[in-house]
């Protein structure tokens, strides 16, 4: 099954090369001159997103018949208005802080995103959504190939990755991403002190200096190293991060701290990758119980991503971000006997920044059973997908990173009413 | 013994085990290959007492908080595995307990979620001779089982208290079956993503509805517990039929049976799914990715020799082990070194090379949540992804700093131990490439390590320049990306 991951190999000599970014005090300059400079930030929703716990049609009989004891009552939901099919929609009423986002018109929700004959895995589910490719998920992840196309001189700090371990959607073929899980635990230790401490540190710097480009396997490893001591010291000015907001002490919420310092402090990044997880809601899905399981999901979500948002604004870095999220799956329309929901096709996708054109885009599918229902798939049973998931992508890429779409995406996946950028 | 029999020994320690400590490694040269993997293979003649040393002068240290309560404390059961994995004569049983951890990976965080801490340890970890009321955790059954016959573990998981709560199993019931076991059966645990169908998923749903948990034991008691059940009332009985066969006649339908009777549903999806040939595929790919080399996709004649043996062993796995340590592709020199070690090997086997006396496996854990792998928690049902994802920039970062720490722990007994082969910087580098087992090292990087023992000052052997650079050589060596492959 991952064959391809586990013996991919980063190509060529060109990404063992050193690679020195601006110094501190250059980014520093740069920013207090006004120069601005794009982030994308990708949040994945680890389990297959249960969107219709989300994104709720309050006024679809279908969906409280179909989801007898686990769906939102239409009176709690966080009414938004109606999408351009006058389904009216609302969001899950812990999602606070996303409706006054959404409200400042700086949230875009773009229903029914998926591809045709959508894997039910979350293995393969997940190497799709990271490759962009339904027909071969072993390759390169979409963002690996974007790092890739960016012009040299490439900061060894393009890429950040707040996980332990690298995401398939980061694999790249000459870029490597560093995965910077704590900022403080992102040091480098001694079993010695002072001078003693320093001339070994030397040594290891030194060390990894000798790839053995014959040897790929071994040449990756040397790669991480090099990889690690060329970005110490920067991350360990974020750490020092001051920000304007208290983050909640959620894996999420941290990791977006992180993120807002790295903005902050002008490292030099452009795609940072962040994950949460616990979507894989197959029983007890608790929708409406305070610390439920679905709730909690929304809790940890709408914290985490209200405290980003103020703070980006109020450091001035609302509009150099962009926020995407993504999930291996929507689930089943109907609940299952253990009050849970199990794996189904497409779902929503959420796009957030300071520059995004808000609002509801595509179309909500209707809940009725009938088999022949355009906007649902296997017999009725699961969402069919509207909008192709790399459309989505393709505008990120086109509108926001300002690269090209086709070359990245392998194909024109463009989709001309995305407007959300 | 010539150094090339001592290579191909270490190799045989380092994949059918951690790595060997110096008792071990005498131990094992003094047999013949097929000696070393009888041995390995018939753990069972070896006496299993490793538990009762934990805690003594000798072995490696835990620190608990509290009375070590490995039954009932996640941490404490994560250092008596780690204890286990260094201290125990039988290295293969350990080896592939890890092994079927990963392949059926349970994560202790959701049963905790569930049932609370000290019950989610006590099924995950509890001894059934430790436990009041004698619930065998699911790593004991693991170990128990590791060279089981792999159907009598799929009936063992299929019915295990931490599985049947990670994959809700617990919760299928026959009005609207639940499909997270049924599906991951198939897609992880035997034939893998491409042998099965949507609606095989749906069909296995409701051959294992009434696969439930039930209370046992006095209420209120220790002794009570939660356990397997099959539970007639929740059976679909219909019959059910799938896209591959499950009867040895090909029949592909279960047939409608009395609900009193359907417990046996299971049973034959079971036996039709450990006696597939793409099962047995996609065993041997997985054995030869984890015991083999990671280099290079799994060697096709491999992997069509091991499902051979599989099948016509009945699958039974002491068998297929014994056929994988003695294949020509593992016995390849080519092999050796020839995959990315897991967090939990470089751990144990920097332990056994460096030495543990007065460390405490209470510092492993936490340096191992940092390089990516916390034991009894793997990131989802698929397991760890190994191979170049354990190596990201800070785990990277983590394992040198694992390194750091355990030759600063471990610097005055590493003074000792190098005494007398230290008359010259080159002499005490040598001296710990050789202790250390490293593949062998390019030149420049060799030089760079010498360089670094010459650089603050003029060699004298004293005490104090012998705990600081075997300390830093350590350090380096451990810490060096070579050292990283297994």
């Given at each position: 099954m991952k064959v391809t991951r586990r013996t991919f190999v980063r190509g060529g000599v060109a990404a063992f090369t050193?690679?020195?970014?601006?110094?501190?005090?250059?980014?520093?300059?740069?920013?207090?001159?006004?120069?601005?400079?794009?982030?994308l930030?990708v949040l994945y929703l680890g389990g297959g997103?249960?969107?219709?716990?989300?994104?709720?049609?309050?006024?679809?009989?279908?969906?409280?018949?179909?989801?007898?004891?686990?769906?939102?009552?239409?009176?709690?939901?966080?009414?938004?208005?109606?999408?351009?099919?006058?389904?009216?929609?609302?969001?899950?009423?812990?999602?606070?802080?996303?409706?006054?986002?959404?409200?400042?018109?700086?949230?875009?929700?773009?229903?029914?995103t998926g591809y045709n004959n959508q894997s039910r895995s979350h293995f393969q589910g997940t190497d799709i959504w990271s490759t962009a490719d339904p027909n071969n998920s072993q390759g390169l992840g979409w963002l690996g190939r974007y790092l890739d196309s960016v012009?040299?001189?490439v900061?060894a700090?393009v890429g950040w990755n707040t996980t332990g371990s690298m995401p398939h959607v980061l694999q790249a073929a000459t870029v490597g991403v560093p995965a910077?899980a704590?900022?403080?635990?992102?040091?480098?230790?001694?079993?010695?002190?002072?001078?003693?401490?320093?001339?070994?540190?030397?040594?290891?710097?030194?060390?990894?200096?000798?790839v053995p480009v014959d040897r790929p396997a071994l040449a990756f490893v040397y790669g991480s190293s090099q990889g690690a001591?060329?970005?110490?010291?920067?991350?360990?000015?974020?750490?020092?991060?001051?920000?304007?907001?208290?983050?909640?002490?959620?894996?999420?919420?941290?990791?977006?701290?992180?993120?807002?310092?790295?903005?902050?402090?002008?490292?030099?990044?452009?795609v940072f990758y962040v994950t949460?997880g616990?979507?894989d809601?197959?029983?007890?899905?608790?929708?409406?119980?305070?610390?439920?399981?679905?709730?909690?999901?929304?809790?940890?979500?709408?914290?985490?991503?209200?405290?980003?948002?103020?703070?980006?604004?109020?450091?001035?870095?609302?509009?150099?971000?962009?926020?995407v999220?993504f999930s291996e799956f929507?689930?089943?329309?109907?609940?299952?006997?253990?009050?849970?929901?199990?794996h189904?096709a497409?779902?929503?996708?959420?796009?957030?920044?300071?520059?995004?054109?808000?609002?509801?885009?595509?179309?909500?599918?209707?809940?009725?059973?009938?088999?022949?229902?355009?906007?649902?798939?296997?017999?009725?049973?699961?969402?069919?997908?509207?909008?192709d998931f790399r459309?989505v992508y393709a505008?990120v890429v086109?509108?926001?990173l300002?690269a090209d779409s086709k070359s990245i995406l392998g194909g024109d996946f463009?989709?001309?009413?995305?407007?959300?950028? | 013994?010539?150094?090339?029999?001592?290579?191909?020994?270490?190799?045989?320690?380092r994949r059918?085990?951690?790595?060997?400590?110096?008792?071990?490694?005498?131990?094992?040269?003094?047999?013949?290959?097929?000696?070393?993997?009888?041995?390995?293979?018939?753990?069972?003649?070896?006496?299993?007492?490793?538990?009762?040393?934990?805690?003594?002068?000798?072995?490696?240290?835990?620190?608990?908080?509290?009375?070590?309560?490995?039954?009932?404390?996640?941490?404490?059961?994560?250092?008596?595995?780690?204890?286990?994995?260094?201290?125990?004569?039988?290295?293969?049983?350990?080896?592939?307990?890890l092994f079927w951890h990963n392949h059926f990976a349970?994560?202790?965080?959701?049963?905790?979620?569930?049932?609370?801490?000290?019950?989610?340890?006590?099924?995950?970890?509890?001894?059934?001779?430790?436990?009041?009321?004698?619930?065998?955790?699911?790593?004991?059954?693991?170990?128990?089982?590791?060279?089981?016959?792999?159907?009598?573990?799929?009936?063992?998981?299929?019915?295990?208290?931490?599985?049947?709560?990670?994959?809700?199993?617990?919760?299928?019931?026959?009005?609207?079956?639940?499909?997270?076991?049924?599906r991951e059966i198939m897609e992880l645990f035997t034939m893998g993503v491409g042998h099965y169908t949507e609606?095989d998923v749906?069909?296995?749903?409701?051959?294992?509805?009434?696969?439930?948990?039930?209370?046992?034991?006095?209420?209120?008691?220790?002794?009570?517990?939660?356990?397997?059940?099959?539970?007639?009332?929740?059976?679909?009985?219909?019959?059910?039929?799938?896209?591959f066969?499950?009867?040895?006649?090909?029949?592909?339908?279960?047939?409608?049976?009395?609900?009193?009777?359907?417990?046996?549903?299971?049973?034959?999806?079971?036996?039709?799914l450990?006696?597939s040939r793409n099962t047995a595929r996609y065993l041997a790919a997985k054995l030869y990715r984890f015991f083999v080399s990671e280099l290079g996709d799994p060697d096709p004649a491999f992997v069509n020799h091991i499902a051979t043996?599989y099948?016509?062993?009945?699958?039974?796995?002491?068998?297929v082990?014994?056929?994988v340590?003695?294949s020509t592709q593992f016995?390849d020199?080519r092999a050796y070194f020839a995959r990315y070690s897991w967090p939990v090997e470089f751990?144990?086997?920097?332990?056994?090379?460096?030495?543990?006396?007065?460390?405490?496996?209470?510092?492993?854990?936490?340096?191992?949540?940092?390089m990516g792998q916390?034991?009894?928690?793997p990131p989802d049902v698929a397991g760890w992804d190994a191979g170049q994802t354990w190596f990201s920039t800070g785990a990277m970062?983590?394992r040198?700093?694992?390194?750091?720490?355990?030759?600063?722990?471990?610097?005055?007994?590493?003074?000792?131990?190098?005494?007398?082969?230290?008359?010259?910087?080159?002499?005490?580098?040598?001296?710990?490439?050789?202790?250390?087992?490293?593949p062998?090292?390019?030149?420049?990087?060799?030089?760079?390590?010498?360089?670094?023992?010459?650089?603050?000052?003029?060699?004298?052997?004293?005490?104090?320049?012998?705990?600081?650079?075997?300390?830093?050589?350590?350090?380096?060596?451990?810490?060096?990306p070579e050292?990283q492959f297994v």
């Amino acid at each position: 099954m991952k064959v391809t991951r586990r013996t991919f190999v980063r190509g060529g000599v060109a990404a063992f090369t050193v690679t020195f970014a601006a110094p501190d005090f250059l980014c520093d300059l740069a920013r207090a001159q006004g120069a601005h400079t794009r982030n994308l930030v990708v949040l994945y929703l680890g389990g297959g997103n249960d969107s219709l716990s989300m994104l709720v049609p309050y006024n679809d009989p279908s969906y409280y018949s179909r989801r007898p004891t686990i769906a939102v009552p239409a009176g709690r939901v966080l009414q938004i208005g109606s999408d351009s099919s006058r389904v009216a929609l609302g969001l899950h009423p812990r999602l606070t802080d996303l409706k006054a986002i959404f409200d400042q018109g700086r949230l875009a929700l773009v229903q029914r995103t998926g591809y045709n004959n959508q894997s039910r895995s979350h293995f393969q589910g997940t190497d799709i959504w990271s490759t962009a490719d339904p027909n071969n998920s072993q390759g390169l992840g979409w963002l690996g190939r974007y790092l890739d196309s960016v012009p040299p001189p490439v900061n060894a700090l393009v890429g950040w990755n707040t996980t332990g371990s690298m995401p398939h959607v980061l694999q790249a073929a000459t870029v490597g991403v560093p995965a910077i899980a704590d900022v403080r635990a992102y040091a480098f230790a001694s079993p010695n002190v002072g001078n003693e401490a320093a001339v070994e540190k030397a040594a290891a710097v030194r060390i990894c200096s000798h790839v053995p480009v014959d040897r790929p396997a071994l040449a990756f490893v040397y790669g991480s190293s090099q990889g690690a001591f060329e970005t110490l010291d920067r991350v360990a000015a974020v750490a020092n991060y001051a920000p304007s907001v208290v983050y909640p002490n959620t894996g999420l919420g941290q990791a977006l701290r992180a993120v807002a310092g790295g903005m902050a402090k002008a490292i030099g990044t452009k795609v940072f990758y962040v994950t949460t997880g616990g979507f894989d809601t197959h029983s007890a899905q608790n929708v409406n119980l305070i610390n439920g399981s679905y709730y909690n999901l929304m809790a940890t979500l709408n914290d985490a991503l209200g405290a980003f948002y103020n703070d980006l604004k109020n450091q001035g870095l609302l509009d150099d971000t962009m926020l995407v999220t993504f999930s291996e799956f929507g689930r089943r329309i109907s609940e299952n006997g253990s009050a849970g929901t199990d794996h189904g096709a497409a779902s929503v996708m959420m796009v957030m920044g300071g520059r995004v054109n808000g609002g509801l885009y595509g179309t909500a599918p209707v809940l009725n059973t009938d088999p022949a229902n355009p906007t649902l798939e296997n017999n009725a049973g699961d969402v069919h997908y509207e909008t192709d998931f790399r459309s989505v992508y393709a505008r990120v890429v086109d509108g926001w990173l300002g690269a090209d779409s086709k070359s990245i995406l392998g194909g024109d996946f463009r989709k001309a009413t995305l407007t959300f950028i | 013994m010539a150094r090339s029999a001592d290579l191909q020994i270490e190799h045989l320690l380092r994949r059918a085990g951690f790595g060997a400590r110096p008792d071990e490694l005498e131990n094992y040269r003094a047999m013949s290959l097929v000696q070393a993997v009888d041995t390995l293979v018939n753990y069972t003649l070896v006496p299993d007492t490793v538990d009762g040393h934990i805690g003594k002068p000798g072995y490696v240290g835990i620190t608990s908080n509290g009375p070590f309560s490995p039954q009932s404390n996640i941490a404490d059961a994560r250092q008596r595995w780690l204890f286990r994995m260094v201290h125990s004569d039988r290295p293969l049983q350990e080896k592939m307990t890890l092994f079927w951890h990963n392949h059926f990976a349970t994560g202790y965080n959701k049963i905790a979620g569930a049932l609370g801490a000290p019950e989610a340890t006590r099924y995950m970890a509890a001894k059934a001779s430790e436990d009041p009321g004698h619930v065998r955790g699911q790593i004991e059954m693991l170990r128990d089982n590791a060279l089981a016959n792999f159907r009598d573990i799929l009936l063992n998981i299929a019915t295990d208290t931490a599985m049947l709560v990670w994959l809700d199993g617990r919760d299928n019931k026959k009005a609207k079956p639940q499909e997270n076991f049924a599906r991951e059966i198939m897609e992880l645990f035997t034939m893998g993503v491409g042998h099965y169908t949507e609606p095989d998923v749906y069909a296995g749903a409701r051959v294992f509805s009434g696969w439930n948990l039930q209370g046992a034991g006095a209420v209120n008691a220790t002794a009570r517990h939660q356990e397997f059940y099959y539970n007639p009332d929740q059976h679909e009985t219909t019959a059910k039929t799938f896209s591959f066969p499950i009867y040895g006649d090909g029949s592909r339908t279960i047939p409608a049976r009395a609900a009193s009777q359907g417990m046996q549903d299971g049973i034959d999806l079971i036996n039709a799914l450990a006696g597939s040939r793409n099962t047995a595929r996609y065993l041997a790919a997985k054995l030869y990715r984890f015991f083999v080399s990671e280099l290079g996709d799994p060697d096709p004649a491999f992997v069509n020799h091991i499902a051979t043996v599989y099948l016509q062993s009945r699958y039974d796995m002491k068998t297929v082990m014994r056929e994988v340590l003695l294949s020509t592709q593992f016995l390849d020199s080519r092999a050796y070194f020839a995959r990315y070690s897991w967090p939990v090997e470089f751990v144990v086997r920097a332990l056994k090379d460096v030495g543990w006396t007065g460390f405490s496996l209470n510092s492993a854990v936490a340096a191992m949540g940092n390089m990516g792998q916390i034991l009894f928690e793997p990131p989802d049902v698929a397991g760890w992804d190994a191979g170049q994802t354990w190596f990201s920039t800070g785990a990277m970062l983590a394992r040198m700093n694992f390194a750091a720490t355990l030759a600063a722990n471990q610097r005055f007994n590493l003074a000792k131990s190098v005494k007398g082969y230290a008359q010259t910087p080159e002499a005490l580098l040598s001296h710990l490439l050789g202790a250390l087992a490293t593949p062998t090292l390019d030149n420049a990087v060799v030089a760079e390590l010498a360089n670094y023992v010459r650089a603050t000052g003029a060699w004298t052997g004293s005490d104090a320049q012998l705990q600081a650079k075997s300390a830093g050589l350590v350090h380096l060596i451990a810490g060096s990306p070579e050292y990283q492959f297994v």
